[in-house]
């Protein structure tokens, strides 16, 4: 399995900005695909974003669509989320998660081996 440290949580207010980064360890980073997931309290993990190894397919969940934009660099092991207009909808804790061998942008929690601990995202209104 490949370590994975999400970065860039925070306190921003409605309307604001955030950019969550997720290292990971792996010598071989370019052959995981790579999510990001989100929980609130009391709800269930849901799907955010996801790209493709190569970085050249990504997929969002339509309450993110057009707000946030997941991006990687293979050559620094490390995948980002940016996240613009803000609402109080988006507070959670932010988890990436890696596939190995996942050459699509995949929305799908279960496919996925490995997780990081997650980063707190709180938007206030």
């Known amino acids: 399995q490949v370590q994975l440290v999400e970065s860039g949580g925070g306190l921003v207010q409605a309307g604001g900005s955030l950019r969550l980064s997720c290292a990971a360890s792996a010598r071989t980073f370019s052959r995981y695909a790579m999510g990001w997931f989100r929980q609130a309290p009391g709800k269930e993990r849901e799907f955010v974003a996801a790209?493709?190894?190569?970085?050249?397919?990504?997929y969002y969940a339509d309450s993110v669509k057009g707000r946030f934009t997941i991006s990687r660099d293979n050559d620094k092991n490390t995948v980002y989320l940016q996240m613009n207009s803000l609402n109080a909808e988006d507070t959670a804790v932010y988890y990436c998660?890696?596939?190995?061998?996942?050459?699509?942008?995949?929305?799908?929690?279960?496919?996925?081996?490995?997780w990081g601990q997650g980063t707190q995202v709180t938007v206030s209104s």
């Open positions: 998660a890696a596939k190995i061998t996942g050459a699509a942008a995949i929305p799908y929690s279960y496919e996925y081996d490995s």
């Open positions: 790209i493709s190894r190569s970085g050249g397919s990504t």
